[in-house]
């Protein structure tokens, strides 16, 4: 018989006094049919997902990327994405989100290191991760305590595998549409219309929609209404808000006519979302 003694003088991958919680945990088969998210971002919570079937396409900070069987997913906090950006063979996924969570030398809610691809390959480490997904996921439904455990194992795992072994991305100098694209993210809310965006990035109008479609695959207007979506879709799963509440904070002054935006973007209205896709 072996017995293994580890060094208890390591350095916590965590901050002193930092207790990352378990805020939810979504396990989508390759059956059922995934949840629609538009382009949103979370404020106070960084996510991880798993690819554990299949691949999909997704958009992060407006790129698109390919992720595939044994692929991580990594929204830090702030970090607009859209979900399920594109149609995926198969595609089942694992999902966590966490909040409190401070890592040494990052910023809160941030598991992914500036410079980093946010499509990261588990290779033989795929197992383990999977299993410790699987386990927060069975615990979250009656031991809550143990899932936080759990997922602070998890962040601690993921965390020692970026530094190991993490993929860095190419920096790159913003674009004319990333420009505007982060023009929207902070405005959209507002009454802007093409000609603010366009003025912001002191540009054309028609030159700015041109190079927007191009490399973000949506037109600038059609980008707003999928940001004023998202955060809707935010808002209906995750507060008591009322649809007229929800419509007036995403930047609609009409509820009805938000209503029909909604659907037209989702195939369902607001009320029909919420009663899908929360318990």
Known sequence: MLQYFPNHRYR???????????????????????????MHEHDYLCEVVLITQGAGIYMIDGQRYTAQKGDLIFYNSHTVHDEFGGSGSNLATYCIA???????????????????????????????????????????????????????????????????????????????????????????????????????????????????KAEIGLSPMKYVILRRIGEAQNLLINTDMTITQIAAQVGYNNSNYFQNVFKGALGMTPGEYRRKWTV
Do not use: W
């Not at 006094?17 to 049919?33: I, K, M, Q, W």
């Not at 549409?177 to 028609?206: C, M, Q, S, V």
């Open 98 to 212: 966490i909040n409190g969570l401070r890592i040494e030398g990052l910023p809160v809610d941030h598991l992914l290191p500036d410079g980093y691809c946010p499509i990261q390959p588990t290779k033989q480490h795929f197992s383990e991760i999977l299993n410790l997904f699987a386990a927060i996921e069975q615990e979250a439904k009656a031991h809550a305590e143990i899932a936080n455990y759990l997922t602070m194992a998890l962040a601690a795992k993921l965390t020692a595998l970026l530094r190991e072994e993490g993929v860095k991305q190419r920096q790159q100098t913003p674009t004319l549409a990333a420009k505007a694209r982060a023009f929207i993210d902070k405005n959209y809310k507002e009454n802007i219309r093409l000609g603010d965006i366009a003025a912001a990035t002191h540009t054309n109008a028609y030159y700015l929609s041109h190079l927007f």
């Open 12 to 38: 916590s991958a965590f901050c002193k006094n930092s207790t990352p919680r378990l805020e939810y945990v979504c396990h989508v088969g390759a059956d059922a049919s995934h949840m629609p998210r538009s």
